[in-house]
């Protein structure tokens, strides 16, 4: 299992400028790490922009910064690098008490192991 902490963004509305939240803390699992794999070659073959993976925020262990709060929802986000091609993903999930949008910064796919 992979342990993250991954810096945290949020975005009130589709115009918003995002908000910096701090950190986002969680465990992507062997399970996980293996769907974010499929998800990459999946977009390697599909020339699809991105991919969304399903996630168990009660498996993973979710620690959100204080002043966001729990989330309602989360799954992870896997696109491609337009530099390399690498597979890359963030958290992406909805704050429970407004349902602002909340994401992290992106993490190689690779780089988990």
Not at 102 to 107: C, E, G, H, P, R
């Amino acid at each position: 299992m992979n342990t993250l902490t991954i810096e945290g963004w949020c975005k009130t509305s589709s115009e918003a400028v995002p908000i910096e939240l701090g950190q986002i803390h969680f465990h992507v699992s062997g399970a996980d790490h293996v769907r974010l794999e499929q998800a990459e070659e999946q977009l390697k073959k599909n020339n699809a922009p991105e991919v969304m993976v399903d996630v168990d925020i009660s498996q993973m262990e979710l620690i959100m910064p204080p002043e966001c709060g729990p989330l309602s929802d989360c799954q992870f986000r896997v696109y491609l690098s337009a530099r390399d091609q690498r597979g890359q993903f963030h958290l992406v999930g909805h704050r429970a008490t407004d349902g602002a949008l909340v994401y992290s910064n992106a993490v190689m796919v690779d780089q988990l192991g």
